[in-house]
Nanobody
Framework: QVQLVESGGGLVQAGGSLRLSCVAF????????MGWFRQAPGKEREFVAA????????YYADSVKGRFTISRDNVKNMGYLQMNRLKPEDTAVYYC????????????????WGQGTQVTVSS
């Protein structure tokens, strides 16, 4: 059974930083693209960042480019999202996802999802 578990969310002031982690169980993590998505109250889930299976390619939404960094450790089956210079509009539940990733910005490209971790940025 494949399971993804996120951690690292919390409450932070605007301008602060958080590092989200995602651990994968039950699949050869290194074979799949990993993505981060977020969903704010009343809004649709949106793409944040993705990293290819071998970590050679990274992709970012324009809204987080230059502030967030995605990375992965395939030996540990871990993925990370370093979030710097956080803004109140970054407040959302953040989800990690794993999948074949033909179109990394699309949720349909991922077949397994974590339960989400809440990130709240106060102004």
């Amino acid at each position: 059974q494949v399971q993804l578990v996120e951690s690292g969310g919390g409450l932070v002031q605007a301008g602060g930083s958080l590092r989200l982690s995602c651990v994968a169980f039950g699949r050869i993590f290194s074979r799949y693209t990993m993505g981060w998505f977020r969903q704010a109250p009343g809004k649709e889930r949106e793409f944040v960042a993705a990293i290819s299976a071998g970590a050679f390619d990274t992709y970012y939404a324009d809204s987080v480019k230059g502030r967030f960094t995605i990375s992965r450790d395939n030996v540990k089956n871990m993925g990370y999202l370093q979030m710097n210079r956080l803004k109140p509009e970054d407040t959302a539940v953040y989800y990690c996802a794993s999948g074949p990733g033909a179109n990394v910005v699309a949720a349909l490209a991922y077949d397994y999802w974590g339960q989400g971790t809440q990130v709240t940025v106060s102004s």
